[in-house]
């Protein structure tokens, strides 16, 4: 008799834990397929506060392929959790740093987050270098921070003649990456050598 209850413990674990993970797994596709049925549209775009049309297109399979195909869009989006089918028109930034804790202090000491906190608002996110929707390990050759891809990364802002001058700090009689791309390492690069020194 003892040796019956024991079993229907274990079978008792075993439904929930089987509850426990596919449940969730299951409203986790419904949530995503949801923000799908916009998101997958091309055309979707919003104007930002500066008055450019930004696009809110996401590449369901580039999506699937990065390192956070395995949380929910409201693993990142916490405000769309108490979503039913529409969202408010702007929503609050995502906060890496609620996953991403160690990574989220070394930047908190970066010159980027202190001109933030200047109120330079347009000094880099987390997502200006490595991207929204499609992040890839640094050893990816998609990845924005790969060092064969650092240079056009960090040029998106710091080739920029107007932005280089606009913002204090950054040297003005220097274009960072304009002199990194003249370097031997930066000429390296181009040419596809990994192990190059990159940024």
């Not at 956070?68 to 089918?85: F, P």
């Not at 002199?179 to 596809?192: D, M, Q, T």
């Amino acid at each position: 008799m003892g040796r019956e209850k024991g079993k229907l413990w274990v079978l008792a674990f075993v439904l929930l834990a089987l509850i426990i993970f596919l449940v969730p797994a299951k409203l986790r596709a419904v949530e995503d397929s949801l923000c799908f049925e916009c998101h997958s549209d091309k055309q979707l775009v919003k104007v930002d506060d500066v008055g450019r049309e930004v696009s809110l297109y996401v590449d369901k399979a580039n999506w699937e392929n990065s390192v956070h195909a395995d949380i929910s869009c409201v693993g990142c989006h916490t405000d769309l959790e108490i979503m039913k089918t529409e969202h408010a028109e702007k929503l609050k930034p995502v906060s890496c740093g609620q996953c991403h804790e160690a990574v989220d202090k070394v930047y908190q000491g970066s010159l980027h987050a202190e001109a933030i906190r200047r109120g330079v608002q347009d000094s880099a996110h987390c997502s200006d270098c490595h991207g929204t929707h499609y992040v890839y390990p640094k050893g990816h050759i998609m990845s924005r921070v790969n060092p064969m891809n650092l240079e056009e990364t960090c040029d998106r802002c710091h080739a920029d003649v107007a932005f280089v001058k606009e913002h204090r700090g950054i040297p003005d009689r220097v274009l960072p990456g304009l002199v990194y791309k003249e370097s031997v390492h930066g000429r390296a690069v181009k040419r596809g050598i990994e192990g190059a020194a990159s940024l």
